[in-house]
């Protein structure tokens, strides 16, 4: 029994695999062939060799590759590195073999497109005039071409290709020697033929172009010129490479430049040319070039010397001042060479013929010349640093003889008066000179009073006293004698004599009279004197004093006297006569000054009036003697006497002379009145500091016009006298004290009581000091509390931040010392205040910052601002307000019905709580969190969305965010397109576009025939690709694009009809539907050939509908009834394949119609506009209703 089981088991088995058929294996290909560039169009093709009804499903590393469902091909348009992986597919299909075995793997490597590497021959520098070839190469890849570009002056690159200039050989690029430019770019970039793939551009390389080195020539002798019969050697030489030979050149006057080479008058000797002494020529010029095997192979040309060649050179020598001089004088012999092109001359000089130089200068002075001096003197000059030697010059003979000295004579004395005849002789003896020229000299004058030897002055006046010096020249020569001693000549004039009388002209009958006569000047000390009385030539006395012991009446007279020199003839003049009066006894009289107007603390002047003069006074107040009185006081008339009390005084005066003493005189009475006080104030008040502007104000309070004396420390201040106020306009330490003032005036009381002192005292000029709340944890936003504190009151306050002015500050905010400032950039801030005040003055004549009215005056008074110093900083560590962010997604713009969330998001990891706000208003129901989500965002959800946050610790609240507008539209319809107008040919590739002018984030969903999303095929690109394109895939297609979770989608695109076809005709129809009332043009077109007959038969629905010779069928007006299957029809190239012509529905425009039915009837309008609106919501099944609405409207409106 069970032997029988097994033996069924067995056969049923082998049964059912002898009818078993192999399943079909898919396999995968990739076009293009490896390797992939980023960038390229990669196309996967899944093969399965039995059967078309396969749908195919793609997996990319294990993982199914929903993109790429059902598609026996995969397309990927734009491949990038994460498209990279190992590739699979399989078959399905409705029937047996219903799947078939999974293919074998591929793998997609996707690399950077490669970039070529550029190098340039020969390396660089490259030498002018040489050619440049550059190699492009990409390795590792075949099959590569390669374009070539240079960059432009307007730094652009542009191709290069083969020309003249420049020959391309596959990879190299050779540039012709002219057309190298230094400092020109070039890059390259390699192009393939199987693919449209280009590779990444070169480094660009730049050409360095260097100058050919130049050959450098040098002359041994260094000298030039070089003298007849010296040789010459010449030297080349080329700097910075080795290895040259010298090519040397000559100047030819037929031939231009010749070649030098080694022969019997030049010698050649590797890098010098020596050229023989007979062949050195003036004028020839030279040249040499260096040449050598490597690069640069050539040098340029050096530049030309010009031998000079000139006959050697006599010196001539000259003598200054001449060859015969006189000892002690100073001598200069100077030696010229003149010609032979040397400047550098070493100069020698030789005495007596001897062979050893005296000197080595050109010029050979000697100071103060000796009789060892004199002798025969040559010159010779050597060129500085070779051998070469001038002629000797031709010998010249020196001179050595003593000077003489002039001897001074004067006639007929050195002694004389004004009005005689002087004569002064200058005699010169030895020398050996008799053509002397004299010259005479006054009181060191270099300026000659005379040319003469005898020198004669008449009359003599005083002006020509002093002391005189005479010299004799040589004639025609600079040579001098000495000069003589110097002779003294007195002149003086003729003494008058003087008299004096004692007491005094006038006296009084029995004084005693004495007369002196005195002579003075004149030189004489032994005089006669002679009186003489009321004109008389018989002297009345012979003695230089004449007294008269008791005076009388015939005493009175005019007396002269007279003085002669004894032993001579010579007189003096006759005094000037005085008048003796004598005179009965006087009485005097008192005269005060002033009498009236007398204040106390004025000085009176009183004057004691008597004839004569020699008297001593004696004075008397209010009958007593005025005592003390000093001898001074007592010698004259007038006393002057300071007046202390209020009240009248009584004064009276006598006068003595010797012992005669005169009557007592009649009283003077003076009236004294109180004097006024002067008082002294200060504004600006205690404390001033330096640089203020301060006035003291001089006050007397009677109505008088005074003129005001200042006085400081007691010493007067002169620049502030006469005026009533005295401004110091920029006080300093030095002008600290005591100040007093008066006041004076043209009629009395002339002056007033000086004021008691007031002391100015000068501080330092002062730094505010900055006070800031808080001190800490400030951030952007924060109001900081600033207090500028600083001595004294009447300040306006200045505030800076970081140097600059904190502007505006308000007038009041002015006059207080705090201020309060809102932080708005983070970091450390720094702040200072100073601190300034007007300082007011009365006058304008000193300069001023400005002036106001002052009311309690009537008038306007002047001021100068004084700035404190700046204050120290107060620094403020501002710490950046963490400022929210919002963000919007999806993003911008968004769809009615989509989901949509805003976050509010705050960098810092502080514990926030949220606020949002909508159009600047709060949003109650999104507050506290940090993420607003709208699930059904309508239109009504418009609007400026912000937010901000706040805690409890500090930064207590954030920056608003900045505003973001989240914009709703109406659902979007996107627009479908093809890369193919028209029909398109069988295998040729089709992409299809969906285009979206919105926002990122969409998939795209594909439908073909109908709008199906069960059979919806979806991508990540806007693009569908049918790679090769077969008659099947002819058909409508749609497209619409979706986003986020659940997905949100767009409207169906219109409908695009895709025409496939292998024929040779081709119909040109629109790929979209066409709008009723437009026109449409049919075109039957051909592939090459092209028939010369175009006459076409066009069919609609498989009825001919038109015949046209042109090959075009054109329906003028579009109709719904125009919609169906077209073709066209040749009779040679046969038919094409059928379109489908779709036509819709015209656009219609509510407010259009509005605005053309508002003339015709409002009522009709409102009727209208409700039929639009019952119109619309047809789709919510309010059919009903607004039957009714339209009928009561319509039976109201008539009504009415």
Same mark, same amino acid.
Request: aromatic share 10%; with cysteine.
């Given at each position: 029994?069970?032997? !029988?089981?097994?033996?069924?088991?067995l056969?049923?088995?082998?049964?059912?695999?002898?009818?078993?058929?192999?399943?079909p294996?898919?396999?995968?290909?990739?076009?293009p062939?490896?390797?992939?560039?980023?960038?390229?169009t990669?196309?996967?093709t899944c093969?399965?060799?039995?059967?078309?009804g396969?749908?195919?499903?793609?997996?990319?590393?294990?993982?199914?590759?929903?993109e790429?469902?059902?598609?026996?091909?995969?397309?990927?348009?734009?491949?990038?590195?994460?498209?990279?992986?190992?590739y699979?597919c399989?078959g399905?299909?409705?029937?047996?073999?219903?799947?078939?075995?999974?293919s074998d793997?591929?793998?997609l490597?996707?690399?950077?497109l490669?970039?070529?590497?550029l190098?340039?021959?020969?390396?660089?520098?490259?030498?002018?005039?040489?050619?440049?070839?550059?190699?492009?190469e990409?390795?590792?890849y075949?099959?590569?071409?390669?374009?070539w570009y240079?960059?432009?002056?307007w730094?652009?690159?542009?191709a290069?290709?083969q020309?003249?200039y420049?020959?391309?050989?596959?990879?190299?690029?050779t540039?012709?020697?002219?057309?190298?430019?230094?400092?020109?770019q070039?890059?390259?970039r390699?192009?393939?033929?199987? !693919?449209?793939?280009?590779?990444?551009?070169?480094?660009?390389v730049?050409?360095?172009?260097?100058?050919?080195?130049?050959?450098?020539l040098?002359?041994?002798?260094?000298?030039?010129?070089?003298?007849?019969?010296?040789?010459?050697?010449?030297?080349?030489?080329?700097k910075?490479?080795?290895?040259w030979?010298y090519?040397?050149?000559?100047q030819?006057?037929q031939?231009?430049?010749?070649?030098?080479?080694?022969?019997?008058?030049?010698?050649?000797?590797?890098?010098?040319?020596?050229? !023989?002494?007979?062949?050195?020529?003036?004028?020839?010029?030279?040249?040499?070039?260096g040449?050598?095997?490597?690069?640069?192979?050539?040098?340029?040309?050096?530049?030309?010397?010009?031998?000079?060649?000139?006959?050697?050179p006599?010196?001539?020598?000259?003598?200054?001042?001449?060859?015969q001089?006189f000892?002690?004088?100073?001598?200069?012999?100077?030696?010229?060479?003149?010609?032979?092109?040397?400047?550098?001359?070493?100069?020698?000089?030789?005495?007596?013929?001897?062979?050893t130089?005296?000197?080595?200068?050109?010029?050979?002075?000697?100071?103060?010349?000796?009789?060892?001096?004199r002798?025969?003197?040559?010159?010779?000059?050597t060129?500085?640093g070779?051998?070469?030697?001038?002629?000797t010059?031709?010998?010249?003979?020196?001179?050595?003889?003593?000077?003489?000295?002039?001897?001074?004579?004067?006639?007929?004395?050195?002694?004389v008066?004004?009005?005689?005849?002087?004569?002064?002789?200058?005699?010169i003896?030895?020398?050996?000179?008799?053509?002397?020229?004299?010259?005479?000299?006054?009181?060191?004058?270099?300026?000659?009073?005379?040319?003469e030897q005898?020198?004669?002055?008449s009359?003599?006046?005083?002006?020509?006293?002093?002391?005189?010096?005479?010299i004799?020249?040589?004639?025609?020569t600079?040579?001098?004698?000495?000069?003589s001693?110097?002779?003294?000549?007195?002149?003086?004039?003729?003494?008058?004599?003087a008299?004096?009388?004692?007491?005094?002209?006038?006296?009084?009958?029995?004084?005693?009279v004495?007369?002196?006569?005195?002579?003075?000047?004149?030189?004489?000390?032994?005089?006669?004197?002679?009186?003489?009385?009321?004109?008389?030539?018989?002297?009345?006395s012979?003695?230089?004093?004449?007294?008269?012991s008791?005076?009388?009446?015939?005493?009175?007279?005019?007396?002269?006297?007279?003085?002669?020199?004894?032993?001579?003839?010579?007189?003096?003049?006759?005094?000037?006569?005085?008048?003796?009066t004598?005179?009965?006894k006087p009485?005097?009289?008192?005269?005060?000054d002033?009498r009236?107007?007398?204040?106390?603390?004025?000085?009176?002047?009183?004057t004691?009036?008597?004839k004569?003069t020699g008297?001593?006074?004696?004075?008397?107040?209010?009958?007593?003697p005025?005592?003390?009185?000093?001898?001074?006081?007592?010698?004259?008339?007038?006393?002057?006497?300071?007046v202390?009390?209020a009240g009248?005084?009584?004064f009276?005066?006598?006068?003595r002379?010797?012992?005669?003493?005169?009557?007592t005189?009649?009283?003077?009475?003076?009236?004294?009145?109180?004097?006024p006080?002067?008082t002294?104030?200060?504004?600006?008040?205690?404390?001033?500091?330096?640089?203020?502007t301060?006035?003291?104000?001089?006050?007397?309070?009677?109505?008088?016009?005074?003129?005001?004396?200042?006085f400081k420390?007691?010493?007067?201040?002169?620049?502030?006298?006469?005026?009533?106020?005295?401004?110091?306009?920029?006080?300093?330490?030095?002008?600290?004290?005591?100040?007093?003032c008066?006041?004076?005036?043209?009629?009395?009381?002339?002056?007033?009581?000086?004021s008691?002192?007031?002391?100015?005292?000068?501080?330092?000029?002062p730094?505010?000091t900055v006070?800031?709340?808080?001190?800490?944890?400030?951030?952007?936003?924060?109001?900081v509390?600033?207090?500028?504190?600083v001595?004294?009151?009447?300040w306006?306050?200045?505030?800076?931040?970081?140097?600059?002015?904190?502007?505006?500050?308000?007038?009041?905010?002015?006059?207080?010392?705090?201020?309060?400032?809102?932080?708005?950039?983070?970091g450390?801030?720094?702040f200072?205040?100073?601190?300034?005040?007007?300082?007011?003055?009365d006058?304008s004549?000193?300069?001023?910052?400005?002036?106001?009215?002052?009311n309690?005056?009537?008038?306007?008074?002047y001021?100068n601002?004084?700035?404190t110093?700046?204050?120290?900083p107060?620094?403020?560590t501002?710490?950046?307000?963490p400022?929210?962010?919002?963000?919007?997604?999806p993003?911008?713009?968004?769809?009615?019905?989509?989901?949509?969330t805003?976050?509010?998001?705050?960098?810092?990891?502080?514990h926030?709580?949220y606020y949002?706000?909508?159009?600047?208003?709060?949003?109650?129901?999104?507050?506290?969190?940090?993420?607003?989500?709208?699930?059904?965002?309508?239109?009504?959800?418009?609007?400026?969305y912000?937010?901000?946050?706040?805690?409890?610790?500090?930064?207590?609240?954030?920056e608003?965010?900045?505003?973001?507008?989240?914009?709703?539209?109406?659902?979007p319809?996107p627009?479908l397109?093809?890369?193919?107008?028209?029909?398109?040919?069988?295998?040729?590739?089709?992409?299809?576009?969906?285009?979206?002018d919105?926002?990122?984030?969409?998939r795209?969903?594909w439908?073909?025939?109908?709008?199906?999303?069960?059979n919806?095929?979806?991508?990540?690109t806007?693009?569908?690709?049918?790679?090769?394109?077969?008659?099947?895939?002819?058909?409508?297609?749609w497209c619409?694009?979706?986003r986020?979770?659940?997905?949100?989608?767009?409207?169906?695109?219109?409908?695009?009809?895709?025409?496939?076809?292998?024929?040779?005709?081709?119909l040109d129809?629109p790929?979209?539907?066409?709008?009723?009332?437009?026109?449409?043009?049919?075109?039957?077109?051909?592939?090459?050939p092209?028939?010369?007959?175009?006459t076409?038969?066009?069919?609609?629905?498989?009825?001919?509908?038109?015949?046209?010779?042109?090959?075009?069928?054109?329906?003028?007006?579009?109709?719904k009834?125009d919609e169906?299957?077209?073709?066209?029809?040749?009779?040679?190239?046969?038919?094409?394949?059928q379109?489908?012509?779709?036509?819709?529905?015209?656009?219609?425009?509510?407010?259009?119609?509005?605005?053309?039915?508002?003339a015709?009837?409002?009522?009709?309008?409102?009727?209208?506009?409700?039929?639009v609106?019952?119109?619309r919501?047809?789709?919510?099944?309010?059919?009903?209703?607004?039957?009714?609405?339209?009928?009561?409207?319509?039976?109201w409106?008539?009504?009415?």
């Amino acid at each position: 029994m069970e032997f !029988r089981s097994l033996s069924v088991i067995l056969l049923l088995t082998v049964l059912i695999h002898s009818g078993q058929t192999a399943r079909p294996k898919a396999t995968v290909t990739i076009h293009p062939a490896d390797p992939v560039f980023t960038g390229e169009t990669v196309t996967l093709t899944c093969h399965i060799g039995s059967g078309d009804g396969w749908y195919y499903e793609w997996f990319k590393d294990g993982k199914s590759l929903s993109e790429a469902q059902q598609g026996k091909e995969y397309t990927i348009s734009k491949v990038a590195e994460s498209n990279g992986g190992v590739y699979t597919c399989k078959g399905r299909q409705s029937t047996q073999p219903s799947y078939s075995d999974t293919s074998d793997a591929v793998t997609l490597t996707v690399s950077d497109l490669p970039k070529p590497t550029l190098t340039v021959e020969p390396e660089r520098p490259v030498f002018s005039g040489e050619s440049v070839t550059l190699k492009c190469e990409i390795k590792g890849y075949d099959g590569w071409t390669y374009q070539w570009y240079k960059l432009d002056p307007w730094r652009r690159w542009t191709a290069v290709s083969q020309s003249v200039y420049y020959n391309v050989n596959r990879d190299t690029l050779t540039i012709r020697g002219d057309t190298v430019i230094n400092g020109d770019q070039y890059l390259c970039r390699g192009e393939r033929h199987d !693919r449209l793939t280009s590779s990444e551009y070169s480094s660009s390389v730049t050409l360095t172009v260097k100058a050919l080195p130049t050959a450098e020539l040098t002359v041994e002798p260094k000298w030039s010129p070089v003298f007849s019969g010296e040789s010459v050697t010449l030297k080349c030489e080329i700097k910075g490479y080795d290895g040259w030979t010298y090519q040397w050149y000559k100047q030819d006057k037929q031939s231009g430049l010749t070649a030098v080479s080694q022969s019997e008058y030049h010698t050649v000797n590797r890098d010098t040319l020596t050229i !023989r002494a007979d062949t050195v020529i003036n004028g020839e010029q030279y040249w040499c070039r260096g040449e050598r095997r490597d690069r640069p192979t050539s040098s340029q040309y050096s530049s030309s010397v010009t031998l000079t060649v000139n006959e050697t050179p006599k010196p001539a020598v000259s003598i200054q001042p001449d060859d015969q001089v006189f000892r002690g004088e100073t001598v200069t012999l100077r030696c010229d060479i003149q010609g032979g092109g040397v400047s550098n001359w070493q100069y020698s000089w030789f005495k007596d013929g001897s062979s050893t130089p005296v000197r080595n200068e050109q010029q050979y002075r000697i100071s103060s010349v000796t009789a060892s001096d004199r002798g025969t003197y040559t010159c010779r000059g050597t060129e500085r640093g070779t051998s070469r030697y001038s002629h000797t010059s031709d010998p010249v003979t020196l001179t050595v003889s003593e000077r003489p000295k002039p001897a001074v004579s004067i006639q007929p004395d050195d002694q004389v008066f004004s009005g005689e005849t002087v004569t002064l002789r200058c005699d010169i003896q030895g020398g050996g000179v008799s053509n002397w020229q004299y010259s005479w000299f006054k009181a060191g004058s270099s300026t000659a009073v005379s040319n003469e030897q005898q020198y004669s002055i008449s009359p003599v006046t005083a002006s020509d006293r002093g002391t005189y010096t005479c010299i004799g020249a040589v004639s025609g020569t600079s040579r001098n004698s000495h000069t003589s001693d110097a002779a003294t000549l007195t002149v003086s004039e003729r003494p008058k004599p003087a008299v004096s009388i004692q007491p005094d002209h006038q006296v009084f009958r029995g004084e005693t009279v004495t007369l002196r006569c005195e002579i003075k000047g004149g030189g004489v000390s032994n005089w006669q004197y002679s009186w003489f009385k009321d004109g008389s030539s018989t002297p009345v006395s012979y003695k230089q004093q004449y007294s008269i012991s008791s005076v009388t009446a015939s005493d009175g007279g005019t007396y002269t006297c007279r003085g002669a020199v004894r032993g001579t003839s010579r007189y003096s003049h006759y005094s000037e006569a005085v008048t003796l009066t004598v005179s009965g006894k006087p009485k005097p009289t008192v005269r005060a000054d002033p009498r009236s107007s007398v204040y106390t603390g004025d000085t009176v002047t009183l004057t004691c009036e008597v004839k004569s003069t020699g008297w001593e006074f004696l004075w008397y107040k209010d009958s007593q003697p005025l005592q003390p009185q000093s001898p001074v006081d007592k010698g004259t008339k007038t006393l002057s006497v300071t007046v202390s009390h209020a009240g009248t005084a009584e004064f009276r005066c006598a006068a003595r002379r010797g012992a005669y003493t005169t009557q007592t005189s009649a009283p003077a009475v003076i009236t004294v009145t109180a004097r006024p006080k002067a008082t002294v104030t200060i504004h600006q008040a205690d404390p001033v500091f330096i640089g203020e502007t301060v006035t003291l104000t001089c006050d007397i309070g009677s109505r008088h016009h005074w003129q005001y004396d200042w006085f400081k420390d007691s010493n007067p201040l002169s620049e502030a006298q006469w005026r009533k106020e005295y401004t110091i306009s920029n006080v300093a330490a030095s002008h600290r004290g005591v100040y007093t003032c008066n006041g004076r005036r043209s009629t009395q009381p002339r002056y007033s009581e000086t004021s008691d002192a007031v002391t100015l005292t000068v501080s330092g000029k002062p730094t505010p000091t900055v006070r800031v709340d808080p001190q800490s944890s400030v951030y952007t936003g924060d109001t900081v509390t600033l207090t500028c504190e600083v001595e004294s009151t009447g300040w306006e306050f200045l505030w800076y931040k970081d140097s600059q002015p904190l502007q505006p500050q308000s007038p009041v905010g002015k006059e207080t010392n705090t201020v309060r400032v809102t932080v708005s950039d983070k970091g450390r801030t720094e702040f200072k205040c100073a601190a300034r005040r007007k300082n007011y003055f009365d006058y304008s004549y000193q300069r001023y910052d400005g002036y106001d009215y002052d009311n309690s005056k009537k008038r306007h008074v002047y001021y100068n601002v004084y700035n404190t110093h700046r204050s120290a900083p107060a620094m403020i560590t501002v710490t950046a307000r963490p400022k929210a962010t919002v963000t919007i997604h999806p993003a911008d713009p968004v769809f009615i019905g989509e989901t949509v969330t805003l976050t509010c998001d705050i960098g810092s990891g502080h514990h926030w709580q949220y606020y949002w706000f909508k159009n600047s208003k709060p949003l109650s129901e999104a507050q506290q969190r940090n993420e607003y989500t709208i699930s059904n965002v309508a239109a009504s959800h418009r609007g400026v969305y912000t937010c901000k946050g706040r805690q409890s610790t500090q930064p207590r609240y954030s920056e608003t965010s900045d505003a973001v507008t989240l914009t709703v539209s109406e659902t979007p319809k996107p627009e479908l397109t093809s890369s193919h107008k028209g029909a398109a040919p069988i295998g040729n590739p089709v992409v299809l576009y969906c285009k979206l002018d919105q926002s990122a984030g969409w998939r795209f969903y594909w439908s073909k025939h109908t709008q199906s999303p069960e059979n919806e095929t979806k991508t990540e690109t806007h693009s569908y690709t049918i790679s090769s394109v077969s008659v099947s895939d002819g058909g409508q297609y749609w497209c619409r694009a979706g986003r986020g979770t659940p997905v949100y989608y767009t409207h169906y695109s219109d409908a695009l009809w895709i025409n496939v076809t292998d024929g040779s005709v081709i119909l040109d129809s629109p790929v979209h539907s066409v709008t009723e009332g437009d026109p449409l043009t049919l075109r039957c077109l051909y592939r090459d050939p092209k028939p010369s007959n175009l006459t076409a038969e066009f069919y609609k629905d498989g009825s001919l509908l038109q015949t046209q010779t042109t090959g075009e069928m054109t329906i003028r007006t579009v109709s719904k009834s125009d919609e169906g299957l077209y073709h066209c029809k040749h009779p040679e190239k046969g038919e094409s394949p059928q379109s489908w012509i779709s036509v819709r529905g015209a656009s219609f425009s509510v407010f259009s119609l509005l605005s053309s039915l508002m003339a015709v009837s409002p009522y009709l309008l409102v009727t209208i506009v409700l039929g639009v609106k019952c119109y619309r919501a047809q789709g919510e099944n309010s059919q009903s209703s607004c039957g009714s609405l339209i009928t009561n409207t319509l039976r109201w409106t008539f009504q009415y």
